[in-house]
């Protein structure tokens, strides 16, 4: 097992390099050392990992043992990493002003206190969320842009969280119905993952909730295997739809109908569309990496595409704005083929 001082090494040489407020412990000065430990006592053997600084009433620290901050409100917090259950960028707490009360907590904010402009909390919010095992919600205040998800990145990895996925995934649920690695555990695993967002969808829903003649037209347009099961699908009618299985994707298009197994899958993500980059209202205010059409309306986007280990690219329509939950549960069934690898088809 790595020593702490070790384990401290790693995720500091993973942060890689810092901003004017936020870096690796010992990339600060003395001073900002100095600053920084004035605030807590270190127990021995922790070493502290990562510094956030921007004045005595507002810094954050982490060390190989707790995540220790004070918010602007002079209000502080201490957590112990083990305790720390779910780490996330966040919408902001309650009266921020640029959090959209329209949209589900830790999904959108105004960008830049503008409410005619949305932009995901992850790079326009410079709040961090924490929840421990009570269930209890913290707050801490930081910095807006990618340097939050690497700070939440080396929380979680403290916290155990990467661990604590890989047990989710491979251990047995309740709503499972079979047998570790078989089509009813994945397909459980599946379900159980997609219903842990709370967004409404209009269209998108699980396979059972579907009326009976939708659940008859998906199931006339693919051959299913004998164990594979139908878990969740998107209908808006009889050209437009998707049916993810157990076992992988079925989706129509000019060309036919298209059928892509998980275990097929190099990479997935938001698109914008067969046609390519359209224009949006948004690019002058926020340009994409030199694209005119921008990560706002990517993200509200129709599709979703889908890419095989061969480069073939496909396109998927979607329900618009649902991308982020439908990659979630993807993702896990392609984690699922290479934890539990198919020995028979």
Same mark, same amino acid.
């Given at each position: 097992m790595p020593s702490e001082e070790s384990e401290?090494?790693?995720l500091k040489q993973?942060?890689? /390099?810092?901003? /004017?407020?936020?870096?690796?412990?010992? *990339?600060? @000065? !003395?001073?900002? +050392?100095?600053?920084l430990l004035s605030k807590i006592h270190l127990e021995d053997g922790e070493h502290p990992i990562l510094g956030h600084w921007k004045e005595s009433s507002n810094w954050l620290l982490?060390?190989?043992? +707790?995540?220790?901050?004070?918010?602007?409100?002079?209000?502080?917090? *201490?957590l112990r990493n083990e305790n720390i259950k779910k780490v996330g960028p966040s919408s902001g707490p309650e009266g921020w002003p640029?959090?959209?009360?329209?949209?589900?907590? @830790?999904?959108?904010?105004?960008?830049n206190g503008n409410p005619d402009i949305k932009g995901h909390c992850g790079l326009y919010s410079p709040w961090l969320h924490f929840i421990d095992y009570s269930g209890t919600r913290y707050e801490a205040f930081l910095e807006t842009g990618k340097i939050l998800t690497r700070v939440r990145n080396s929380i979680w990895q403290l916290s155990g969280g990467w661990q604590r996925s890989l047990e989710d995934?491979?251990?047995?649920?309740?709503? #499972?119905?079979?047998?570790?690695?078989?089509? /009813?555990? +994945?397909?459980g695993r599946l379900e159980f993952t997609f219903e842990k967002y709370p967004e409404n969808r209009k269209k998108t829903h699980l396979f059972s909730a579907f009326d009976s003649d939708v659940q008859r037209f998906l199931k006339s347009r693919v051959h299913l295997n004998v164990e594979e099961q139908p878990v969740l699908a998107f209908y808006e009618d009889a050209s437009t739809w998707y049916l993810a299985t157990s076992r992988g994707i079925v989706w129509p298009s000019s060309s036919g109908v298209h059928y892509? +197994?998980?275990? !097929?899958? @190099?990479?997935?993500g938001w698109s914008d569309g067969p046609e390519g980059p359209r224009e949006c209202e948004h690019k002058k205010v926020i340009p994409g990496n030199g694209e005119s059409f921008?990560? &706002?309306?990517? #993200?509200?986007?129709?599709?979703?595409?889908? /890419?095989?280990?061969n480069g073939q690219r496909h396109e998927i329509a979607i329900e618009a704005g649902s991308a982020s939950h &439908?990659? @979630? #549960?993807?993702?896990l069934m392609c984690n699922l083929e290479r934890i539990h690898p198919r020995t028979f088809e």
């Open positions: 401290a090494q790693r993973k942060f890689g /390099a810092g901003t /004017a407020q936020t870096r690796v412990f010992d *990339e600060w @000065d !003395e001073g900002g +050392r100095q600053s982490t060390t190989t043992r +707790r995540v220790i901050w004070t918010n602007p409100d002079k209000q502080s917090y *201490e640029w959090q959209d009360p329209s949209s589900p907590r @830790d999904t959108l904010v105004f960008v995934v491979q251990k047995p649920d309740i709503k #499972s119905g079979g047998p570790t690695g078989s089509d /009813a555990y +994945r397909a892509i +197994r998980y275990q !097929e899958i @190099d990479k997935m921008c990560k &706002i309306c990517r #993200s509200n986007s129709p599709w979703f595409f889908v /890419a095989s280990s &439908i990659w @979630d #549960s993807f993702r």
